[in-house]
């Protein structure tokens, strides 16, 4: 490895931040919180980051070579370096940044999980259940906002199953 290895940054690192900031960016689009009545706090907003970087992890992880593996990776660790940083930048102490990140990331594989099984069998009422279960946790969803916001998600994976892995190899993705 040398000493320069140990400077040296993870191969798709500046990919794996990009995809996260489309991701991110996605997330925020305004028709969720107006339309669907996603609650607009971090815990909804954090909701939806989670859905959208969930569906592009699945679809990298789907191209089943060591490249895409190592590109969702990239991507995950950009999420959680960003939590990391907002949850900071909320004031949370140092002592106990680590424990919040620790749940946000075991919370977020348990969501991508039960999204992932659910596109997969193409159970849309069970997508739809999960996503009513996680981003409206402390309220019920309005009525058909989680099988709308479900039929969103079905929608976008397949907006994602078509772009080529080169292009994400870039950065560049689409979720619209």
């Known amino acids: 490895m040398g000493l320069f290895g140990l400077f040296r940054r993870p191969r798709h690192e500046r990919s794996g931040f990009m995809l996260y ?3 991110v960016a996605a997330a925020r689009e305004p028709d969720f919180y107006a339309e669907l009545g996603v609650p607009d706090t971090a815990a909804g907003r954090f909701e939806l980051v989670a859905l959208h970087v969930a569906l592009l992890i699945r679809r990298l992880r789907g191209e089943g070579t060591k490249v895409g593996d190592a590109l969702a990776q990239a991507v995950f660790d950009a999420m959680f370096s960003d939590m990391d940083l907002n949850l900071r930048e909320m004031g949370i102490g140092d002592m106990t940044v680590g424990k919040r990140v620790k749940m946000l990331w075991e919370g ?3 969501r ?3 999204y992932a099984e659910a596109i997969a069998a ?3 009422a069970g997508l739809a259940a999960a996503l009513a279960r996680n981003v409206w946790v402390r309220e019920d969803a309005p009525e058909g906002s989680a099988e ?3 039929a969103q998600a079905l929608r976008i994976d397949g907006v994602l199953a078509g772009q080529a892995l080169a292009e994400l190899l870039q950065g560049r ?4």
């Open 21 to 23: 900031g489309v991701a």
């Open 108 to 110: 977020f594989h348990g």
């Open 112 to 114: 991508a999980q039960a």
């Open 122 to 124: 193409g159970d849309e």
């Open 148 to 150: 709308a916001l479900a």
């Open 173 to 176: 993705v689409h979720f619209a």
